[in-house]
């Protein structure tokens, strides 16, 4: 509840001021800076970082924890200066030939200053432009000690971690809720070097091969011509290379799931994807696949939510991470492992281990929890860290190796190569987010952007100049040393293993292991995608796939098109279905949900403060929504703060709403309506049009409501009965609660969702 309560008293700060309260308690600041609008004059101190942006291990010159701090490094001294250090009088006025000009070419603080604005921006990354990030540390188990010798692994080892969330197709300002895959990246500053675990929140893949990544990231891309559809795969590109290469059915079937558009990326899963291997210290290899579970529960939005969200706050996920993040509520997930034979054949159970278009269902092979990953402290400078952090696929600490997959041999090319073009050389690991948290001793030397002034004469070995330095490490010492596995003679091929030819087994346990709910949006996804293609060649053949996948799932994507429905092309497989697979049928934690309690000055304020703070006892954010903003007043209760207005508040921010009604007097009980009752915004004829509306979608986003004190008004306003699903109203606010935390725990109330006249199955 503490930490909650901060973002709650963060929300009332807007709009009393752009000074933060308590700006004059720190340390260097003059305690007569005034509380206002006005610019300080007095010389002082720059600001320390905000309380959370407070990195445990702050990263120094060297990446190590014994340095300055960064922010002496980049802001020293109270005077505005030149980057050559000379302090400067003015920067509003170019130096002119008198007031009227001309300007005078000398101006060095005028040419200064444009040409580094001329070249602030980076290229963007390829894919996973837009992004969000924060710091951490994560805590192992010691759970792993017989199969991986990595150190950061072992019990209560603590390291610091930054992790990067992001979306793939769209552009650095797209919007955060599109349908897409997400990226979950995170980079391990370990005691034996930077491990990068660079994974996404859907398991599988589109291709089984690098050579194919150019092709799919080209289709899913706008359009050449006219560049568009931004951040998104509803267009011909997409579904003509989609439904050609039928290898990208399973992983296109998660992104029209609820999986394409996650709630936040706090309730995201995240996976490796592929198979790696894990080495003991004795030597003994296992196969392995990663697995993040995160604390919160899985949790996806509506397609209309998303789309809503992509124009009311396209920062939604950024916005959610980072205010957590701030509030104290720190976002947590469980590192998993999933444990293999390293046989020769590197298959499970039938499933090919080097076929990243494959999962191992977790009931053939449960996902054993190692570690625990925590997200403490929002960075402290977007472009600084967020921008320019690198990851690599190749950055691997002794303990976990490389199989043979052919998408993992790519990108450890790729990820590497990249780097040169968007952060301008080779020298990107001397970037303090990039700089390992272990000593650094390489014979790298030169190149554009070499900040460190290496000693010596000998970067090379054998030397006897530098006394030999530096020496060869062994196994004892940490050593890297790739795992000797060995590999089978064979005739250089263009060719995949035949097992990779399977395309729709899986597809179709996936689809298998959905509830009705959730087919339902998948339906309603094909549909729509398919629906904003122009080419009716692409849609029939996208039919053809989801033949292979389901015929059910087939025949309704064909009726919302206006198409003919296909017959499969091939017989379809049993596959057993895998309830992990489904994020319904659960029930999850409350804490973190944003509650929306509508308002009004007519209500009965006590009851509205008190349902306030069970909301924040319980670990949730109640939002306090009201026709006006600023503080609703009563006679005989505590003031209550409004944070969004009818103006601003719209149904797609609040996980539940709660309708604080107005109560009827006695004496109008008995008929006729009194003066306050009539003029409440939730009781009178008619109900504010704002207010129905966020009725309506909450309840067709099947989100629970509640009610008390004659908020049966404003929901038959709505068309919505007092006893339909998910919906709670009586006489005592606190009984109301209790019973829309209780439906929070589904997420949703999945009932509302129009059911399906078959299963599919
Ligand atoms: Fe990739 C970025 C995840 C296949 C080439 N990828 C990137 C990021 C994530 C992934 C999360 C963003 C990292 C960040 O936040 O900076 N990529 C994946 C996963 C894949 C995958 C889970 C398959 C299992 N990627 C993949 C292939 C290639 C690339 C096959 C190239 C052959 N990926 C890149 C890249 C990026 C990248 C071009 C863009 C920016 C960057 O690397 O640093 O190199």
Redesign the pocket.
């Known amino acids: 509840p503490g930490p909650v309560k901060k973002i709650v008293d963060k929300v009332m700060d807007v709009g009393a001021g752009l000074t933060p309260a308590g700006r004059a308690d720190i340390p260097g600041v003059p305690a007569s800076m005034p509380p206002t609008v006005e610019e300080p004059v007095e010389p002082h101190t720059p600001l320390p970082a905000k309380p959370d942006q407070d990195v445990p291990t702050p990263l120094s010159a060297t990446g190590r924890t014994d340095g300055p701090s960064k922010t002496v490094r980049a802001q020293d001294g109270a005077f505005l200066t030149s980057a050559q250090g000379a302090r400067l009088p003015d920067t509003d006025h170019s130096l002119k030939a008198g007031p009227r000009g001309p300007v005078l070419l000398q101006d060095h603080h005028l040419r200064e200053k444009v040409m580094h604005f001329d070249h602030e921006r980076i290229p963007e990354?390829?894919?996973?432009?837009r992004?969000a990030?924060a710091h951490g540390v994560f805590r192992g188990y010691g759970t792993t000690a017989e199969v991986c010798k990595a150190a950061f692994l072992a019990k209560d080892v603590d390291t610091p971690v930054f992790v990067?969330?992001?979306t793939?197709l769209g552009s650095r300002g797209s919007a955060d809720t599109v349908r897409d895959?997400?990226?979950?990246?995170t980079k391990f500053y370990t005691s034996e070097g930077v491990f990068d675990l660079?994974?996404?929140n859907?398991p599988v893949?589109f291709?089984q091969d690098?050579?194919?990544?150019?092709d799919i990231i080209h289709a899913g891309k706008p359009h050449p011509d006219r560049e568009i559809p931004q951040a998104q795969s509803a267009h011909d590109t997409f579904w003509d290379f989609v439904s050609l290469h039928t290898e990208a059915t399973h992983h296109t079937l998660w992104n029209m799931s609820d999986r394409g558009i996650p709630r936040s990326f706090r309730t995201m899963e995240g996976?490796?994807?592929?198979t790696f291997r894990l080495v003991s210290a004795t030597g003994a290899t296992t196969l392995v696949k990663f697995h993040w579970k995160p604390k919160a529960g899985v949790h996806s939005l509506v397609w209309e939510e998303a789309q809503m969200i992509s124009g009311m706050d396209p920062d939604f996920h950024r916005r959610d991470l980072a205010d957590a993040i701030e509030a104290g509520a720190h976002p947590q997930w469980e590192l998993g492992i999933q444990t293999f034979p390293d046989t020769p054949e590197q298959t499970f159970q039938g499933i090919d281990l080097l076929d990243?278009t494959k999962i191992v269902p977790e009931e053939l092979a449960p996902v054993q929890p190692v570690g625990l990953l925590t997200l403490n402290a929002n960075p402290t400078n977007f472009f600084a860290e967020t921008e320019q952090?690198?990851?690599?696929?190749g950055h691997l600490v002794p303990g976990i190796d490389i199989t043979d997959d052919a998408?993992?041999a790519?990108?450890l090319?790729?990820?590497l190569?990249?780097?040169i073009t968007?952060l301008g050389g080779p020298n990107f690991p001397q970037i303090p987010i990039n700089r390992p948290h272990a000593a650094v001793n390489d014979m790298l030397r030169d190149g554009f952007h070499q900040d460190a002034v290496h000693t010596g004469v000998a970067p090379y070995k054998p030397n006897s100049l530098d006394g030999g330095c530096p020496f060869f490490a062994g196994a004892g010492d940490h050593a890297y040393i790739e795992h000797p596995t060995p590999i089978a003679a064979a005739a250089k091929v263009r060719e995949a293993s035949a097992s990779f030819d399977d395309h729709f087994s899986q597809a179709r346990l996936f689809w298998l292991s959905m509830s009705p709910a959730e087919r339902e949006h998948i339906i309603a996804a094909y549909t729509f995608e398919l629906g904003k293609c122009y080419e009716r060649a692409i849609k029939e053949r996208t039919l053809l796939v989801l033949a292979n996948i389901d015929p059910y799932l087939c025949r309704q994507v064909a009726q919302g098109l206006g198409l003919p429905t296909p017959e499969a092309s091939q017989p379809l497989t049993e596959a057993q279905p895998s309830p992990a697979l489904s994020q319904v049928s659960r029930t999850w934690p409350t804490a973190g949900r944003v509650i929306g309690i509508v308002t009004d000055g007519t209500c009965d304020l006590g009851a509205v403060d008190t349902v306030r703070r069970s909301v924040l006892a319980g670990g949730m954010v109640p939002l306090i929504v009201a026709p006006t903003g600023g503080t609703l007043t009563g006679e005989g209760a505590d003031p209550v703060t409004v944070q969004r207005s009818f103006a601003t508040a719209r149904s797609v921010e609040f996980d539940a709403l709660l309708l604080a009604g107005a109560p009827v007097p006695a004496a109008d009980a008995q008929g006729g309506r009194d003066a306050k009752a009539g003029a409440s915004a939730l009781a009178a004829t008619p109900v504010d049009p704002r207010i129905v509306l966020m009725l309506q979608e909450a309840y067709r986003h099947a989100k629970p409501i509640g009610g008390w004190d004659n908020a049966e008004a404003a929901l038959q306003a709505a068309g919505i009965g007092a006893d339909a699903l998910g919906v709670v109203t009586g006489s005592d606010s606190e009984a109301v609660l209790r019973d829309i935390t209780a439906l929070l725990g589904a997420h949703r109330v999945w009932d509302r969702f129009p059911a399906p006249s078959e299963s599919g199955a």
């Open positions: 990354r390829v894919v996973h432009a992004g990030a990067r969330f992001s793939v895959t997400r990226g979950f990246a660079v994974g996404n859907i893949f291709i690098a050579i194919k990544f150019p996976f490796g994807v592929h990243p952090v690198a990851f690599h696929v998408l993992l790519g990108r090319f790729s990820y190569d990249t780097q968007r």
